[in-house]
Nanobody, 114 residues
Framework: QVQLVESGGGLVQAGGSLTLSCAAS????????VGWYRQAPGKQRESVAS???????NYADFVKGRFTITRDNAQNTVFLQMNSLKPDDTAVYYC????????WGQGTQVTVSS
């Protein structure tokens, strides 16, 4: 069983930056693909970025060049550095871990004001 706890959300002005963190419990964190989804009000949840166990990072087109996903396997943590934030980035951000099933965090709110 994996438990995920996000932190780092908040309110920021357009053009600003935030770093989200997701701490995972359990063992074998390095075996999981980890990543972030987001869900804005009235919209479907969408993938933002992922980081495979092999070390490959992937990004949605709408965050390429602005967001960076990293992981620290020693600390069982995945990070999402978000720069040049836009009001359209306002959403609840969820981290996940995936192996033979998906595990989700509770979500953290990111609000970008114009």
């Amino acid at each position: 069983q994996v438990q995920l706890v996000e932190s780092g959300g908040g309110l920021v002005q357009a053009g600003g930056s935030l770093t989200l963190s997701c701490a995972a419990s359990g063992s074998d964190f390095n075996r999981y693909t980890v990543g972030w989804y987001r869900q804005a009000p009235g919209k479907q949840r969408e993938s933002v970025a992922s980081f495979t166990s092999a070390g490959s990072a992937n990004y949605a087109d709408f965050v390429k060049g602005r967001f960076t996903i990293t992981r620290d396997n020693a600390q069982n943590t995945v990070f999402l550095q978000m720069n040049s934030l836009k009001p359209d980035d306002t959403a609840v951000y969820y981290c996940y871990a995936r192996l033979w099933k998906w595990w989700w965090g509770q979500g953290t709110q990111v609000t970008v004001s114009s």
